[in-house]
Every structure is written in C-alpha cells, then in structure tokens.
C-alpha cells in the first residue's frame, strides 16, 4: 500500500467499512508512515471538530411567518393522483365548481330556448323550473361538505384545505352524476 | 395527536397525508433547523437561508401527497432543500454575470462570509470561528456533502440520494472534504505556534 492509496480510502478506514485484510493492510503501512499516521489523527480531529461545531438555526418566530404565508397565499396541497380534482384549472375554479356551474348555464340556456337535449329529442319549456335559478346549482352541490380542522383556520369552504382522500373521489368520471344531480333538482 | 407518543418521520408525513396538520406542525419542528444549517452552508446569508427553508416547507405542504414511504423521509425533505438552494444559487449566479458584465469585470467566486464570531469558545482543540472558516473554505460541492455526513450524519446512499451524485462520487468527495479539513485546520496549528 502506497500513501496516496491509503489517504484515499482514509474516511473508509475511519468509518470501519474495510474487510478485514485491508484493515491489515492499512495497519501496516501506518506502523512504518508518520505522514499518513499524521493525517489519520488529522482527519479524525477534523471530523469530531465538525460535529460538535455550532448549528446554524432559524430565527424566533419562524413557525408563525411559515403558516402565516400558508394562510395568506392560499396555500393547498397538489395532488399526484386525479389532477384534474385539483387546483383552479379550469376556468379558474376548482372542477367540481366548474362543471356544476356550466351545467347550471347550460340549464339556463336550454329552459331559456325551449330546448332540453335529451336523446336526441326536444323538450317543451317548463316554466315552473325557472324557479330553481334563485338556488344556484353549485352552492347546493357542496353544501354539507365538511370543512376540516385547521392550522391555518381558512373562512370559506372554496378556501379549505383538500386531504388527498377528498382529492382522490374526484375524478373526471365523477363529474357526470353531479351534473344529473343538477338537472334532477331543476326538474 | 396525543402527547408524548414519539412518531417516527413516516408515520407523521402519513399522518399529514391523511389530514392531520399537527403531524405537519411537528415536521417543521424536527427539520427547520437541521435544513436551516444545511442550506445555510449553500447560500452563506442568514436571510436567504431562512427563506429557502421557509419554501421547503411550504412545497411539504403542497406536495405531501408526492411523498412515497419506499424511501426516507429525511432524504425527501433535503432533496427539496437542497434543490431549492441550488435554483437559488444559479440565479444569484446570472445576477452576478450580469452585474459584473455592465461594470466590465470578470465572474469570480461569490465568496460565502461565515459570520464572525467574536466569541472565541474552544471546540476540542479549536475555536468555533476557525472550524467555521475551514468549512466554509472547502468547494461547495465538498461542502454540502461533508455537512450532510458529519454534522446531519446521514447514510452515504442519503446524500447520493439527496445530492444527484453516485455513490462513488459522494464517497470520494467526503474522504477529499475531510482531507482538506484536516490541512486547513492542521495549517492552524502551525500558525498558533508560530505566533506563541
Ligand atoms: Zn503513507
């Protein structure tokens, strides 16, 4: 073993990770190298040096600005599984808002025409209906779901925080038996 | 949660994963200060450093549900610390480039200032602002590795992990990290006697 074999498996000497014939190998060339027995001594004080040295830690009240900055932009969990349950991707609300209100308009729309698709043929206008539009359709689709407790004591429901469990039952199929709900109600 | 029940990193991310923010709360209380002295050795200022670890925190948050239990949750939330302090890094970088190219100057190494210590308390056989400066002198590259091993003392395959680097390459930049160390802080020594 030369000196530059052995500086350089010198941590691994240190950290005991050596088979037992290098570990041999390495104690001879350390009975015969005062330089490398020097350096051995060097590092091991180095490394306890390092150890106990200080520790940079975060100032006082660091908890407080963090779920401050959580509150104040809004912050709320992206989900990996069912993308499209998440966030104000569409249309800027979150999908459940987004298809329930489109179907509302498009309710609107089709009693305000006269004309309800449904396989293929046209619906006459029920006027007793439109009373159903004082009562918007997405407020009724998400009543009753509960806000969960919260470090971050968001006010609205739109603002509250979404366990991944929530995140996961909606999903893109999920959307259609909500807007059914929507029209059973209207009708 | 119930006091005094000690949960282990993966059951309290579990626990946030399902809902529960004080699992959240006791996370940023076991990590903040060891990522706050991690990142603190990239970026060299006490503001910038606190501001990283304050977004590790809020991609925690946002990101818990990316967390997948097959590895250490200790090496996910330095993984996200350390890429944070990298970004941060580049575009001091630019800034600096940028800046140096008006004044017609040439880049040269943003110098990390270790803070100085006028307490001069002894650690072993020295002071606290001489292992300091050793640390701070050493290569990023050596730096953040030989924190993450001999002060957060996490495993080689962590700070692979954590770092992007092989193993191989990590192994070698730690043994080189302490080899410079232990020169620096040898030439210490020698520089105490001569003034003795
Ligand atoms: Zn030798």
Redesign the interface.
Same mark, same amino acid.
């Given at each position: 073993m030369d000196c530059y074999e052995f500086?350089?498996? *010198?941590?691994?000497y240190i950290e005991k990770e050596l088979t037992l014939s290098d570990v041999n190998r390495f104690d001879t060339h350390l009975d015969s190298c005062k330089g490398c027995s020097a =350096?051995l001594a060097? =590092?091991r004080?180095? +490394?306890?040096? +390092? $150890? *106990? !040295?200080? $520790?940079?830690? *975060?100032?006082s009240g660091?908890?407080n600005?963090?779920f401050n $900055?959580?509150k104040v932009?809004k =912050?709320? %969990? *992206?989900?990996?599984?069912g993308r499209m349950g998440h966030g104000r991707n569409i249309f800027g609300y979150q999908p459940r808002y987004a298809f329930a209100s489109l179907a509302a308009v498009a309710l609107i729309i089709v009693l305000t025409v006269g004309i309800l698709p449904k396989g293929g043929e046209t619906m006459p206008v029920q006027l007793s209906t439109q009373q159903g539009f004082a009562d918007p359709a997405p407020k009724q689709i998400n009543s009753g779901v509960p806000l969960? %407790? !919260?470090?971050?004591a968001e006010d609205s429901e739109e603002d509250s925080?979404e366990? %991944?469990?929530e !995140?996961r039952r909606v999903k893109p199929g999920d959307f259609g038996g909500k807007i059914q709900l929507v029209k059973d109600k209207k009708r | 949660m119930p006091e005094k029940v000690q949960y282990s990193d993966k059951e309290l991310i579990l626990r946030f994963?399902?809902?529960d923010?004080?699992a959240?709360?006791e996370l940023?209380?076991r990590y #903040?200060?060891r990522l706050?002295?991690f990142v603190?050795r990239y970026v060299g200022t #006490?503001q910038e450093?606190?501001d990283i670890?304050?977004d590790t925190?809020?991609k925690l948050?946002?990101?818990?549900?990316?967390y997948r239990p097959i590895s250490e949750f200790s090496t996910w939330i330095f993984t996200i610390a350390s890429n944070l302090a990298k970004t941060e890094l580049r575009k001091r970088k630019r800034r600096k480039v940028s800046y140096l190219s008006q004044l017609g100057m040439e880049e040269k190494d943003f110098d990390i200032p270790v803070e100085d210590t006028t307490d001069e308390e002894m650690?072993?056989?020295?002071t @606290?602002s001489q292992?300091?400066n050793?640390?701070q002198s050493l290569q990023l590259h050596f730096r953040t590795a030989?924190i993450l091993r001999?002060?957060e003392e996490l495993s080689y395959e962590e700070i692979s992990k954590i770092l992007d680097v092989p193993l191989g390459t990590i192994?070698s930049r730690?043994?080189r990290a #302490?080899?410079q160390?232990? @020169?620096m802080?040898?030439q210490v020594h020698k520089d105490r006697r001569t003034t003795i």
């Open positions: 500086q350089d498996k *010198v941590s691994v =350096v060097g =590092v004080s180095a +490394v306890a040096a +390092v $150890r *106990v !040295s200080e $520790r940079f830690a *975060v100032s660091f908890n600005r963090l $900055r959580l932009e =912050v709320k %969990p *992206v989900s990996r599984i969960q %407790p !919260s470090i971050l925080l366990t %991944p469990g !995140s | 994963q399902q809902g923010e004080l959240y709360v940023v209380n #903040r200060d706050m002295n603190y #006490r450093a606190e670890v304050q925190f809020v948050f946002q990101k818990k549900d990316y650690v072993g056989e020295f @606290e292992i300091q050793a640390i030989l001999d002060i192994k730690i043994n #302490r080899l160390l232990q @020169e802080l040898k």
